[in-house]
T-cell receptor, first 117, second 112 residues
Framework: GAVVSQHPSWVICKSGTSVKIECRSL??????MFWYRQFPKQSLMLMATSNEGSKATYEQGVEKDKFLINHASLTLSTLTVTSAHPEDSSFYIC?????????????FGEGSRLTVL | GENVEQHPSTLSVQEGDSAVIKCTYSDSASNYFPWYKQELGKRPQLIID?????GEKKDQRIAVTLNKTAKHFSLHITETQPEDSAVYFCAATLTGNTPLVFGKGTRLSVIA
């Protein structure tokens, strides 16, 4: 299957700082990537849809000024958590579809566990 | 938008028994229904999927059934093994550039 790589896999930061998470499609081009957030023992909740070369589409309740998404190329999308607070601590995971794989399957990155102190 | 309900939230079975997890969806336009297995701290892994033009699909010990009329689909795991213990998520979407909408997950425990 297609490979999606996410970095960093875990990060600890102080309250008020910003954290950037990168999501790369390694062997395919992804015009669209999806960012999910997963709190402990909960499901994956869609945060936003990242579109290459245009603004991201955010789900209701997700602050676009706090969670900055940049999809500058067909293989890279970044999520920046600005002025992070302890309640932002979560597992953030990106995903993308590969047209070349043709099945509609969504491929996930490894996920990034953010802990805000 | 799409809404996916999943039951049960937890399921314990004896090794060798079968496990069944059920999901319903709300959007009749959805046409792709994957199932993911997630182990603690790891990314979800696709275990099987089904499209709306198919009623049933099987892959070794895993099978999925889809009832489009009733808008529900189910995961069946036979001859369960301890390594099947994990959280399972169903999802639904319309293929293309639409995101997956996940159910709340089922924590499966297989007791040896």
């Amino acid at each position: 299957g297609a490979v999606v790589s996410q970095h960093p896999s875990w990060v600890i930061c102080k309250s008020g700082t910003s954290v950037k998470i990168e999501c790369r499609s390694l062997d395919f081009q992804a015009t669209t990537m999806f960012w999910y957030r997963q709190f402990p023992k909960q499901s994956l909740m869609l945060m936003a849809t990242s579109n290459e070369g245009s603004k991201a589409t955010y789900e209701q309740g997700v602050e676009k000024d706090k969670f900055l998404i940049n999809h500058a190329s067909l293989t890279l999308s970044t999520l920046t958590v600005t002025s992070a607070h302890p309640e932002d601590s979560s597992f953030y995971i990106c995903s993308a579809r590969s047209r070349s794989h043709g099945t509609g399957e969504l491929f996930f990155g490894e996920g990034s566990r953010l802990t805000v102190l | 938008g799409e809404n996916v309900e999943q039951h049960p939230s937890t399921l314990s079975v004896q090794e060798g028994d079968s496990a069944v997890i059920k999901c319903t969806y709300s959007d009749s336009a959805s046409n792709y229904f994957p199932w993911y297995k997630q182990e603690l701290g790891k990314r979800p892994q696709l275990i099987i999927d089904i499209r709306s033009n198919v009623g049933e699909k099987k892959d070794q010990r895993i099978a999925v059934t889809l009832n489009k009329t009733a808008k529900h689909f189910s995961l069946h795991i036979t001859e369960t093994q301890p390594e099947d213990s994990a959280v399972y998520f169903c999802a639904a979407t319309l293929t293309g550039n639409t995101p997956l909408v996940f159910g709340k997950g089922t924590r499966l425990s297989v007791i040896a």
